[in-house]
């Protein structure tokens, strides 16, 4: 039974690079809870200011419950409070099931449990049905902190700046993932929360840089699973290193199909190769690597590591 005592949530903002963590495997198809360990390890050495594990790119619909229980708490004692961590804690279901849930992934000890939306409503509803989910899962998981992600899959679903500006004023959200990836819908998001305790971060490496100097509190792009500090050293220096932050925003969108191609095994791959003892192996779709592929991982890491001269990194 969940006791419903919280403790107190970060007081930092959150800010800059939150990598939307892979999930590391062993050769049998487990949890590899010590690939797990170096993946959080790697992350915060290359300068991420939170994590936000049980995503996307960790593969959370292929996961049990328990296990994304396992994960959200291997995570957050890793981290031993060094970052924030949020989790993803809707599947689908009865929203009381869905609270129970949120609650549980609360008491793993992460810091924020993340909303999908299209978990709440179908395709063809409009928002005041999602708004009036959101206002019930509110009530059911009293003052645990939260956060929204307009994930892609299975369908894609983008808030509107009015209902991330009731979000904001309800004092419960502190983390959203936007994924409009164009300016012209990231801007008036960015708007509608500024001021208030409510951080949006961009998903889009394309429109990284122009999403920082418009506002977004930082990044959570997929990218960011194979060099994440470059875009650390964007989100801290974008400001007093324009030239740099410009030059660097070009070379990051020149390598970013290069990390989509066969993703999430592709980071995988680069990871290791990096030196990272995790393997290749996905619960989602695997795919064959032939010498084209590894000729273009080798590319990637070159140029990687090119970048990282050039800023002293």
Wanted: some cysteine; aromatic content about 8%.
């Amino acid at each position: 039974e969940w006791a419903g005592e919280r403790r107190e949530f970060m007081t930092v903002p959150y800010h800059g690079l939150w990598p939307v963590m892979l999930t590391a495997f062993d050769d049998e198809g487990a949890l590899d809870l010590a690939g797990i360990d170096a993946l959080t390890d790697f992350y915060l050495e290359q300068g991420s200011t939170g994590l936000f594990a049980v995503c996307q790119s960790s593969e959370m619909y292929d996961l049990s419950d328990e296990e994304r229980l396992q994960l959200a708490q291997r995570v957050t004692e890793r981290v031993a409070g060094r970052v924030p961590v949020v989790a993803v804690g809707t599947f689908g279901g009865p929203l009381t099931w869905q609270a129970q849930f949120m609650r549980r992934m609360s008491d793993t000890g992460v810091d924020g449990v993340v909303i999908l939306p299209n978990q709440l409503v179908g395709p063809d509803d409009d928002e005041p049905p999602l708004q009036a989910a959101l206002e019930q899962l509110l009530e059911a998981t009293e003052s645990i902190q939260l956060g929204l992600y307009e994930c892609p899959q299975p369908y894609h679903r983008n808030l509107s700046p009015q209902l991330l500006g009731w979000a904001a004023a309800t004092g419960r959200f502190a983390y959203m993932k936007d994924t409009d990836r164009a300016p012209d819908r990231i801007h008036p998001k960015i708007q509608s929360v500024k001021g208030t305790d409510l951080r949006m971060f961009n998903a889009a490496t394309i429109s990284a840089l122009l999403s920082l100097q418009m506002g977004v509190a930082g990044l959570s792009p997929v990218a960011a699973n194979c060099y994440p500090g470059l875009f650390a050293w964007l989100c801290a220096h974008h400001s007093d290193e324009p030239v740099k932050a410009e030059r660097l925003q070009h070379r990051l969108a020149s390598l970013d199909a290069a990390v989509k191609l066969k993703y999430p095994q592709s980071a995988k791959r680069h990871l290791h190769r990096r030196g990272l003892p995790i393997g290749s192996r996905c619960r989602v779709a695997e795919h064959d690597f032939d010498g084209y592929d590894d000729l273009l991982l080798t590319s990637l890491l070159l140029q990687v590591d090119e970048i990282k001269q050039e800023l002293e990194l």
